[in-house]
Each structure stands twice: as structure tokens, then as C-alpha cells.
């Protein structure tokens, strides 16, 4: 979250346009970067993108209070405000049919979890973010241990962000055949059972 590195994939040298600094002719001029992975930290890299110019936003920011060798540590009673400043950024750059996908989960303090989590959520609303969806990240090999007074942490959050209610979902793209178990459940069906029903909501403008 804090750092995205940059790196071109498709030529062995670093193109010209590239800035050691991990600044693009594309950005100064504008334009959104294509083909390329910018390195620099997020806070001074976002500046750069115009508005309206990405698809999707996927990341998984430093936990809070956690690897402060790496990351430098945030403690979760400042994690919001550290955080909202860059969700402001990520919300401008962000086309009106995007998303953005924010993988966090609540660390415990004292024995119970913090709130910083919720309370990232109401102010990324409050700054004009749909909290669209909640999908869930299962950990099948999380880490190990014990503890007295909750379970293992086997599964994180990936919260679904939107600026609009209409926005780009591609769901053919990962919908999988049913089992065959389907046709003996199928014959146990009523007639209302197996009528579908679409949706009669209508999503304002």
C-alpha cells in the first residue's frame, strides 16, 4: 500500500520514459501509465495518475502495528488516519466502473479486536465509497498456533469498493458448473423451488 513497485515486464532494460524515481512521460503529460509497474511510495505516486483513469485497485496494506522492520509499524488508534488520505487518492484515480479491493483484517489488541477496520469503513464512505461486497480470503496454510480465548486466524477480509452503483462485473468469467449431486437434489424440488427468480431491484442512477 505504501510502496508499489515499478518494473516493465516486456523489455529487459528500463525504457527511457522510465524515471529512476519511478515517475512515466505518461504521467507528467497526464496519461495513464500502461505496461509498467510504478515504484514509489503510494502517497507521492497517486498525485501523478489523472482522475478517472483505473480499473481496478487491489491491495493489501501494512497491518496495523505489525512488521515494523518493514513497513515502519501504524498503531491501530492512528490506522484511520493514516489510511483515509490515501483511500481519498485511490477514490479520485478510480474510474466511475471500477473497483477497488481492499484485503485487511482486524488485529487483536488486549484480548479483543480493534475497530479500526469499521471505522476505515464509515470514513471511506463518508469520503463517497459504495461498500459494494465482502468476499472472503480462506488461509489453508495460516499460520499455526493456539489460543486461549479465540480460533486461529484461517481467513481475511477483501472488502469491494465501488464509486457508483453501475459498475464493470464480469461474473461469467468465474462462475463454475454445479456437481452432479445437482440432480438428485434437483428431483426433490417443488415446482416453486425450481422457478428462478430475478431480481425486481432497481439500482438508482
Given at each position: 500500500?505504501?510502496?508499489?513497485?515499478?518494473?516493465?515486464?516486456?523489455?529487459?532494460?528500463?525504457?527511457s520514459h522510465v524515471?529512476?524515481?519511478?515517475?512515466?512521460?505518461?504521467?507528467?503529460?497526464?496519461?495513464?501509465?500502461?505496461?509498467?509497474?510504478?515504484?514509489?511510495?503510494?502517497?507521492?505516486?497517486?498525485?501523478?495518475?489523472?482522475?478517472?483513469?483505473?480499473?481496478?485497485?487491489?491491495?493489501?496494506?501494512?497491518?496495523?502495528?505489525?512488521?515494523?522492520?518493514?513497513?515502519?509499524?501504524?498503531?491501530?488508534?492512528?490506522?484511520?488516519?493514516?489510511?483515509?488520505?490515501?483511500?481519498?487518492?485511490?477514490?479520485?484515480?478510480?474510474?466511475?466502473?471500477?473497483?477497488?479491493?481492499?484485503?485487511?483484517?482486524?488485529?487483536?489488541?488486549?484480548?479483543?479486536?480493534?475497530?479500526?477496520?469499521?471505522?476505515?469503513?464509515?470514513?471511506?464512505?463518508?469520503?463517497?465509497?459504495?461498500?459494494?461486497?465482502?468476499?472472503?480470503?480462506?488461509?489453508?496454510?495460516?499460520?499455526?498456533?493456539?489460543?486461549?480465548?479465540?480460533?486461529?486466524?484461517?481467513?481475511?477480509?477483501?472488502?469491494?469498493?465501488?464509486?457508483?452503483?453501475?459498475?464493470?462485473?464480469?461474473?461469467?468469467?468465474?462462475?463454475?458448473?454445479?456437481?452432479?449431486?445437482?440432480?438428485?437434489?434437483?428431483?426433490?424440488?417443488?415446482?416453486?423451488?425450481r422457478r428462478r427468480?430475478?431480481?425486481?431491484?432497481?439500482?438508482?442512477?
Open positions: 500500500m505504501r510502496r508499489t513497485h515499478i518494473k516493465y515486464a516486456t523489455t529487459k532494460r528500463r525504457p524515471r529512476e524515481d519511478g515517475g512515466t512521460e505518461a504521467s507528467r503529460n497526464g496519461r495513464s501509465p500502461i505496461n509498467c509497474i510504478i515504484c514509489g511510495d503510494c502517497n507521492v505516486e497517486l498525485k501523478k495518475l489523472p482522475s478517472n483513469s483505473i480499473d481496478l485497485i487491489f491491495t493489501s496494506p501494512p497491518y496495523a502495528d505489525r512488521r515494523k522492520s518493514t513497513y515502519g509499524g501504524i498503531h491501530p488508534d492512528k490506522y484511520v488516519e493514516w489510511l483515509l488520505p490515501i483511500t481519498a487518492e485511490l477514490l479520485r484515480v478510480l474510474k466511475p466502473t471500477g473497483s477497488f479491493v481492499l484485503n485487511i483484517k482486524e488485529r487483536t489488541v488486549e484480548g479483543e479486536r480493534h475497530t479500526y477496520v469499521l471505522e476505515s469503513i464509515l470514513g471511506m464512505r463518508r469520503q463517497g465509497w459504495l461498500w459494494t461486497e465482502e468476499y472472503i480470503w480462506h488461509k489453508r496454510n495460516c499460520y499455526p498456533g493456539k489460543w486461549p480465548n479465540r480460533f486461529r486466524d484461517a481467513w481475511e477480509r477483501c472488502l469491494h469498493f465501488t464509486k457508483n452503483r453501475h459498475f464493470a462485473m464480469h461474473q461469467d468469467a468465474v462462475r463454475v458448473p454445479m456437481g452432479n449431486w445437482r440432480h438428485a437434489r434437483l428431483r426433490n424440488l417443488s415446482v416453486t423451488d427468480d430475478e431480481s425486481k431491484m432497481e439500482l438508482p442512477c
